[in-house]
């Protein structure tokens, strides 16, 4: 499949936007692990994920990390081009989780495009919208909801990327997601296995009572 | 000074779109303490503070608050118009925080130039740029930051906005502004107090060691 079918507006692109677009999209091989955008250093360019996982977290002054959302098969980075938005003013790590392949369109044919075609800018408005609710969401989440709810819904929505019911995730990986202390993430697991809802061994993280975190979590 | 003068990439537009914006903003008086925008329920559309405040904030399900970002002279309120964003699916409250004056650009002349213009779709973009970066801004202050921090600086900025060592402000009023409970702010509040950086009356907080305040906040 070519990028005609990642690019999500493809249909409402004019002739010439279309071939520009094949012309210069180029499928990028990225390992997992590999930090594709670290704050505002890089600016590669839009890219369309074809296979894989990539994870948006910011980082703190002491290194402490919290994650922002994820990208998977058929989601749009936009971050990786922020530089072209002269307003997106802060800063933000994406990195690889797993490996991923994603078409790259380069940033100057991008910006190009996004300069000249009002169908583009305003679908970079909606990938922009679309990220900001993420972060409104997070940020209530965060506000509000008390951190066993919290990790309840993190160890579903794991359970469900993974499509498993055990997973394996250290504490540690848990506290960077969640931008908390890897001791916090420790104690509510231990209150959680007491309670039965989750199984601890060694590098693994069992769902025991699905039911129970799915109603803790809500 | 009509719309032209608020409206911050005029030149840039076309006679067409020139005409189209002059012919269709009015002013749009709104006093102090009016609801503009709840929720996802209105959408009058983009508004150019000409004079007075505008508060963005969100609510709890049990009614805590959390100040988003502040809109003043020339700034633009976006989220009135947040309609024409299929993806901004999150709900934020603005109100009017002191008597305000705006030029109201309806919704729907708003969307149809949107649509048909790159330069002004680009336009809102960076301008749902700019919010989001006050949000995420917001999200490392709550995240990473101390609350004795979080209170000098918002004790600043306040001071800053209404150009006054003697605020009048309520307790309750600055636990809605960040999120947390009067109780919380009262302490915090008394400890300042006692460490001489505040003088706390009844309804009022005076800042009597700007320096150490400002050297708290860093």
Known sequence: MD????FPIWSKLTAFEQQTLKNSAFIKKIPAGTVIHDG???????????????????????????????LFERDVCLFSASCIMRSIQF????????DTEAWLIPIDVYKRLMESSAVIANYTSEVMGTRFTDVMWLMEQVMWKSFDKRLASFLLEESV????????????????????AREVVTRMLKYFQTEGMV???????????????EALSE
Not at 3 to 6: N, T
Not at 44 to 57: E, H, Y
Not at 205 to 210: A, C, L, M, Y
């Open 3 to 6: 990028v005609s079918s990642f």
């Open 40 to 70: 505002s250093a890089d600016c590669m360019g839009l890219l369309l994920v074809r296979a894989g996982q990539l994870r948006a977290f910011i980082l703190s002054g002491e290194g402490k990390e919290i994650t922002i959302y994820r």
């Open 91 to 98: 800063d933000i790590t994406i990195s690889a989780e797993k």
């Open 161 to 180: 990327i993974e499509n498993t019911e055990t997973l394996r995730i250290t504490h540690e990986q848990i506290a960077a997601h969640m931008g908390t």
């Open 199 to 213: 199984k601890i061994t060694r590098g693994c993280i069992e769902i025991t009572d699905r039911n129970r975190l």
